[in-house]
């Protein structure tokens, strides 16, 4: 059966270009830490090669994905899961008392409560990581663009299907099918892009400089929030988390937001690879740093460094700059690798 990887639907990814990413790693590497693994498009292609993967995000609805995608081999939702996780009575719980009218309709936040409620019941923290996937999926495709950082008018004006179709000649139905029905029509999909590569593969949740001296691999894979883009990821899936832990959340330090200390962030990473004995770093023409000085930095403490450069379309809320976009990914030997063999 010929993997693939499902529809994640994560802001930045890289599912098109992660085949050229995976490419470009040296040939005697054999395993890779995905430090900013996100949607999961870098480590799954790293799977599907044979890699043993490690992959690490701050956000739990990522290390989630990763949970469910990566880390875990074998195990899908049957018949009986799929009927746990999507019957019983819709209740008032954690999402209702917080974020009806302002993500979702009450209605649908009781639904969210139960789903919530059910994921507890099921048999393995593996079926339990499919399923977060799942219904974060349902709450993206109910969202209109796809992140949690739009007010609650809009998002009532934008799932008027009459609106839409007067506006934009859509009406975009998908937004007012129930949970359930979006869980229902992905499942399959879900299901089939899980597999075994033979290795044992690791999903972890961690600020990225608690990681950096207690993991080792071939390879760092870099692919951190592009300073100067749109790059909230807190304000984006936040909600995910507190939908997963019935709390709600801090926005977390250490994010690649703010412009006035991105460089010294950048060099506080890359001083603090000795870990690794190459570091991959994807970037892009139109963030901060820029090439040079990301170079620059990478000179202090390397010297093996190869740049190479692919036009990348991303698509943010439907916009696009198919011309102007170049994706950078910076390859860098360490001159002073020595493996420790650690995975503490
Ligand atoms: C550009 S996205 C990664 C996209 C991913 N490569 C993909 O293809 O889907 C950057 C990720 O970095 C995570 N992140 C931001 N700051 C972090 C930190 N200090 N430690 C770990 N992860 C962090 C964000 O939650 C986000 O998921």
Known sequence: MIRKFPTINFIGNKEKISSWICDNFPKDAFSVFDAFSGGCSVSYEAKLRGFTVISNDILKINSTISHYLIENNTEILDFEDIKNLTSGIPFEGFMTQNYADKFFFKSECMELDLFRNNIEKLSSDFKKSISFSLIRRAMIRKMPYSRFNINWDKIVQLRDEDFSYEKYKRKRAYHNKSFKSHVLDNVLEYNNAVFDNKKLNLSLNEDIFLLLNRVEADIIYLDPPYAGTMNNYFDFYGLFDAFITSEKQNPFENNFMDKKSIYQLFDKLISNLQNFKYWI??????????????????????????????????????????ETNLEYLFIVKNPNFISKNILK
């Not at 740093?289 to 620059?296: H, Y």
């Open 281 to 322: 770093l994807s970037y892009n023409n139109s963030s901060i740093p820029n090439k040079e000085q990301l170079l620059e930095l990478f000179q202090k403490y390397a010297f093996d460094i190869q740049l190479i450069e692919k036009k990348h379309d991303y698509k943010i809320t439907g916009k696009s700059n198919k």
